[in-house]
């Protein structure tokens, strides 16, 4: 079993950052692709930026790309989400995953394929 707990969110305005953190514990040894979603509201689950926790190559959604920067710290068994020029319609609940599959390309983004989700924070941006 995995753990995730995320940190992070908050409110600020159009054209601020906010860097998201995720926790994770438990037997991480055994996930080789972790990545991040969102849910705004109303609307369904998208997946933002996948990482590959063995090489560290990433992938993003283009709504985030140049915007959004997906990295990891091993050592701290932690995974982060920098979010930088953020838009109101950036506007959402923010949530870690964790997967046990090589989740290469846009496989990466799709909810289906992760086993272990962390609660979410919000990120509210406002005009």
């Known amino acids: 079993q995995v753990q995730l707990v995320e940190s992070g969110g908050g409110s600020v305005q159009a054209g601020g950052s906010l860097r998201l953190s995720c926790a994770a514990s438990g037997y991480t040894r055994s996930i080789a692709t972790m990545s991040w979603f969102r849910q705004p509201p109303g609307k369904e689950r998208e997946g933002v930026a996948a990482i590959y926790t063995r090489d560290g190559i990433t992938y993003y959604a283009d709504s985030v790309k140049g915007r959004f920067t997906i990295s990891q710290d091993i050592a701290k068994n932690t995974l982060y989400l920098q979010l930088d020029s953020l838009k109101p319609e950036d506007t959402a609940l923010y949530s870690c995953?964790?997967?046990?599959?090589?989740?290469?390309?846009?496989?990466?983004?799709?909810?289906?394929?992760?086993?272990?989700w962390g609660q979410g924070t919000q990120v509210t941006v406002s005009s």
């Open positions: 995953a964790a997967g046990r599959a090589l989740l290469y390309g846009s496989s990466g983004l799709k909810s289906a394929n992760y086993d272990y």
